[in-house]
């Protein structure tokens, strides 16, 4: 046990290392000329415009908006998605009904309806929301489907034997029982919902990570580019162990034994 | 209806009076399109407090007679009488086959559910939940999870779930038949334990003969596919009865010797079917 804890330890430690020694590789290519520093500047001078960005507040402005707009698409779409998900897996005829409708748009990429999404909705706060929307809702709904119709038949016996109401059912083997595949979907429409703020905001906002990195290409402020990438990988990482910790309270049967 | 009667059995004197809770008369099942016959023709009377053990090979239709009892399948033919002598306690309660414990709730949980379900407060919930898991020595195991327990903890808890529920019928289909046989043999113990504390009317499913043998008052054994009552047999042990010294009993071997007996012929010819079906 303690064998594998340090194990486990020299693990995360190279983990650390990689990334860091490829820092130092890229700062020393970047000072001697070896790659060009218009395309690639020195991992230094982007800390720095990092640190500029953080001083004049546009950072903070470009990343709450960005925030807003994901988080209230992530509960415009995703809650709607839950719920029709779950009514979904307990209803085959509904399931019937709509299963071609999902199956017939999920396939088309969500960035080839921007422009459709702009036309409805306009250029403000809506259709960027609308957009991290439509990302997480086919996640979430096809997650939960699967989630409430891959469990296993012996608890619904067990529900209708001990004289459980439809709703009683719902809420004490559908929702619990497909809550882990759930969680899976959230995952995946978080991802989503990254990659659509991203494309929407380059192409019709005034703020928001996304319009940073689209407006440092135009006036060619590189190192403000990569400081976009930055954070939005930054948010990746957040969100992903947020949803972590989230799964490990709202799952704790999964718990190791 | 062949009633075989050996070893001049010693009918409980109850049972004899009880009355009758579970009647099932000319009850058939079939399946769909394809007219499979899964159950044919059952005649049986259950008294109150009885325990009734049907025993059979794979597939004889004991598992389909008992999901109808349990009201989880429809019946094609025939009529099913239950008598309920308390309408404000619920008919009857199952414990499955393998694992049934809901995964998302600790032992507590699981053992509260048919009483939540019920709406019963939750201060009585609570009070029978204590005494059932204490009665199956649970207790300390509560806030555990079903993934933390082993197989004869979990089936013990979903045995408790039943009794919690305080059903006038328990319906048991093959319990045990996922367990060792140590294992078994405690739980038979523990069954009867709680069982003779509360004298509910018991339908079992086994297809182990020792089992029904050990618990039973009285057993129908099945024909294979479809199903039919090959006989009914009285099971002569008094209660309450002590699992290991049974065995001692020499009417305990001629008891399973003749059960065998008619049911090796159905066991044979339920794989003669199963090979010609291929």
């Not at chain 1, 702009?118 to 699967?146: C, D, H, Q, R, W």
């Not at chain 2, 509910?200 to 182990?208: A, E, G, L, P, R």
Request: glycine share 8%; net charge neutral; charged share 20%.
């Amino acid at each position: 046990m303690a064998k594998q804890r340090t194990f486990y330890g020299a693990e995360r430690f190279i983990g650390f290392l990689t990334p860091l020694a490829l820092l130092g590789l890229w700062e020393a290519a970047a000072r001697t000329g070896l790659i060009d520093a218009r395309f690639f500047p020195a991992p230094s001078s982007i800390v720095h415009t990092f640190g500029a960005l953080v001083a004049s507040g546009e950072l903070w402005t470009n990343l709450t908006a960005s925030l807003r707009r994901l988080l209230l698409g992530m509960l415009v779409g995703g809650v709607p998605a839950l719920f029709l998900g779950l009514a979904m897996g307990i209803s085959r005829p509904l399931r019937a009904a709509i299963d071609p409708l999902i199956a017939a748009t999920y396939p088309i990429p969500k960035s080839a309806i921007l422009p459709l999404v702009l036309l409805i909705f306009g250029l403000g706060e809506t259709s960027k929301v609308v957009m991290v929307a439509l990302g997480a809702f086919y996640p979430i709904l096809i997650n939960t489907v699967m989630g409430v119709a891959n469990i296993d038949k012996i608890y619904l016996d067990v529900g209708h034997n001990f004289r459980a109401s439809r709703w009683q059912v719902f809420r004490t083997i559908a929702l619990p029982g497909a809550l882990p595949s759930i969680m899976a979907g959230v995952k995946l429409a978080m991802g989503m919902g990254l990659i659509l703020i991203a494309i929407s905001e380059m192409v019709a906002a005034s703020d928001g990570i996304g319009y940073m990195i689209w407006n440092a290409w135009q006036v060619l402020t590189v190192d403000t580019m990569y400081v976009g990438l930055l954070v939005i990988a930054l948010l990746g990482f957040l969100f992903s162990t947020i949803i972590d910790e989230v799964e490990r309270l709202l799952i704790p049967w999964k718990a190791r034994t | 209806m062949a009633v075989v009667s050996m070893l001049s059995p010693k009918p409980n004197a109850v049972q004899d009076q009880a009355p009758v809770q579970i009647s099932l008369r000319g009850v058939r099942k079939y399946f769909g399109s394809s007219g499979f016959v899964a159950v044919d023709g059952i005649d049986i009377d259950i008294p109150q407090g009885q325990f009734f053990v049907i025993v059979g090979p794979s597939g004889c239709g004991k598992t389909t007679l008992l999901r109808m009892l349990a009201g989880l399948e429809g019946i094609s033919e025939g009529t099913m009488t239950i008598s309920r002598s308390d309408p404000s306690r619920p008919e009857n309660s199952m414990v499955f086959q393998g694992d049934s414990l809901f995964p998302w709730m600790t032992v507590y949980d699981n053992a509260a559910y048919g009483l939540r379900m019920r709406g019963v407060a939750e201060k009585d919930v609570a009070d029978s939940v204590k005494l059932w898991l204490e009665r199956i020595g649970l207790w300390r195991f509560r806030d555990r999870y079903p993934n933390q327990l082993s197989g004869g903890m979990r089936q013990r808890v979903s045995i408790v779930r039943a009794f919690a529920n305080d059903p006038e019928i328990l319906l048991m289909d093959e319990p045990f038949s996922a367990l060792d046989e140590q294992n078994k043999m405690l739980l038979h113990e523990e069954l009867l334990r709680i069982w003779e504390a509360t004298k509910k009317t018991v339908v079992f499913i086994t297809h182990s003969v020792d089992e029904a043998v050990t618990l039973g008052d009285r057993i129908m054994i099945m024909t294979a596919n479809p199903g039919r009552e090959k006989a009914i047999i009285d099971v002569p042990f008094t209660r309450p009865r002590n699992v290991l010294e049974l065995r001692h009993d020499p009417a305990y071997g001629d008891l399973v010797f003749h059960i065998w007996e008619q049911l090796r012929d159905e066991v044979q010819r339920a794989r003669l079917n199963s090979e010609g079906g291929k």
